[in-house]
């Protein structure tokens, strides 16, 4: 949608010379003889830009400046005189005016003017939608606001003072080694080291020398001592990820560390005291390794003193928009641009998308996105082809479209003419069909059945649809999929 300008000239001449450029230019445009109409317009059309006189019956546009900067989302605003001085124009400047102008106005120079500052206040506008988006539901480097998350967080600050042994199971990609670093974090170990090992990386012959250490000379190759993670761990946390992955008979030195607080490296003939919090990792069901003879029994009871389970990322509802921010704010700040904005066909392809390699997947396919765009909106088309294919049956062309302006949706929006409703009263003009004829409908099909005809009963927006019926979009999406 083109941007809205407010002109406000008490020269009628130069007051329709400047609608007649500026519409002629593609905007929208409001005009009025002083600040007191200004003030009106303002406050019913909220216009992106002003382009306001100084000088000017009644108050001044200066006044009229100092009104625009208290508003919660203030309009660009261009100021014009005809007696300008550099003072003046410092002046302008210095209370918030994004540019100045004399007269007589050249219409060229009045364009580049209108096209910069509107561009910008988008992304003035943009930075603060990502910057609430980020300060929303951030917990030491995890981003989520969904109930599962917030039940994790919780379950974080409950056990992180504590001293015992942790497990933490979840899919690849969930972020397991974040979780163990947010205990590390909220503990009374916080300033002492974190020391992340992963299991599946280590060739096993080297492992007990790796944790444990070992003596000069233990085995061919030792040429010095070596302390080991346990040792360097000492007061902190040692993280030992994928521990499915550890053989069994270092499960066994493991256990003994646990029990007893000590340990020997290989070739040495004393023990070591060592104080170390130490959190498995692992997206394996160590209960079914036990059972099948590929785990301890005895260490698998040690590890679930304090269980941790990370939800993936189907699971964590409206999440997956959060971390999208997140992704391509930080993406497009490592290229050193500006990030895009997705739009809403965007987001939902990434909320229907079932997401098997979790945030993993989701940060490497936005990685790429943000590469792959050159503009100020992350379309679907720089989204990879897989997530492309997982086009929700509820139909992305009616996705509301966002203006790059000023970031609000221009469609489909609720028409009285239409006979859509608005959430309010959606759901209490006319009722559901329950049953059609005397034959029985399966569950899932009157489920479907009940989700569209909420949609239709909001003229096509999900958004207001998921908050009716109490569900996230992913989930509404998901739900609608099913019945392909």
Not at 274 to 284: E, F, G, M, Q, S
Not at 469 to 483: A, C, H, K, P, S
Request: hydrophobic share 45%; with cysteine; glycine share 8%.
């Amino acid at each position: 949608m083109p941007a809205r300008i407010l002109v406000v000239e008490d020269d009628a001449g130069l007051r329709e010379l400047l609608r007649n450029e500026l519409e002629d230019a593609g905007y929208r445009l409001d005009t009025a003889a002083d600040c007191a109409a200004a003030r009106k317009l303002i406050a019913s059309g909220r216009p992106d830009l002003v382009v306001s006189d100084l000088r000017l019956p009644g108050d001044s546009g200066r006044e009229l400046l100092e009104h625009c900067r208290s508003m919660e989302a203030p309009p660009g605003f261009i100021m014009i005189t005809a007696f300008g001085t550099v003072e003046q124009a410092v002046a302008a400047l210095k209370a918030g005016a994004d540019d100045f102008l004399t007269k007589p106005l050249r219409l060229d120079h009045l364009r580049l003017a209108v096209a910069r500052v509107l561009e910008a206040r988008a992304l003035r506008l943009q930075l603060s939608r990502f910057r609430s988006l980020l300060a929303d539901g951030d917990f030491h480097g995890m981003i989520g606001r969904s109930a599962p998350m917030r039940h994790l967080f919780a379950a974080i600050r409950q056990i992180a003072p504590l001293n015992g042994p942790v497990v933490i199971t979840g899919e690849s990609g969930v972020g397991k080694e974040l979780v163990a670093r947010a205990l590390h974090a909220e503990s009374r170990r916080a300033d002492e080291p974190f020391v992340p090992v992963n299991c599946a990386a280590m060739p096993a012959e080297l492992m007990e020398s790796e944790l444990f250490g070992h003596a000069k000379g233990a085995f061919t190759g030792a040429v010095q001592q070596r302390a080991g993670l346990f040792v360097e761990a000492d007061g902190g946390t040692l993280l030992l990820d994928e521990i499915g992955e550890m053989p069994l008979d270092t499960q066994a030195k493991l256990l003994r560390v646990l029990e007893n607080g000590s340990i020997r490296p290989l070739g040495a003939d004393r023990e070591i005291r060592v104080d170390v919090r130490l959190v498995a990792a692992t997206n394996r069901n160590l209960e079914a390794e036990v059972a099948a003879g590929r785990f301890r029994k005895d260490l698998f009871f040690r590890l679930e003193t304090f269980p941790l389970v990370v939800p993936p990322l189907r699971d964590r509802g409206d999440d997956v928009d959060l971390l999208a921010a997140r992704f391509v704010a930080r993406f497009a700040a490592l290229a050193g641009r500006p990030a895009p904005t997705l739009t809403e066909a965007s987001l939902a392809l990434l909320n229907a998308y079932p997401f098997p390699g979790n945030v993993r997947e989701l940060a490497n396919a936005l990685e790429r996105a943000t590469a792959f765009c050159d503009g100020r909106e992350l379309r679907p088309a720089h989204l990879p082809e897989r997530i492309r294919r997982r086009r929700p049956s509820s139909a992305l062309a009616d996705e509301p479209r966002r203006d790059p302006v000023n970031g609000l949706a221009d469609g489909p929006a609720h028409d009285p003419a239409s006979g859509a409703l608005s959430a309010s009263d959606a759901l209490h003009d006319g009722a559901f069909p329950l049953l059609e004829g005397n034959e029985p409908v399966p569950l899932a099909a009157l489920e479907r059945r009940y989700i569209r005809w909420v949609l239709d009963r909001v003229g096509g927006n999900k958004r207001r649809a998921a908050e009716l019926l109490g569900i996230g979009r992913r989930t509404l999406y998901r739900r609608l999929d099913e019945g392909v």
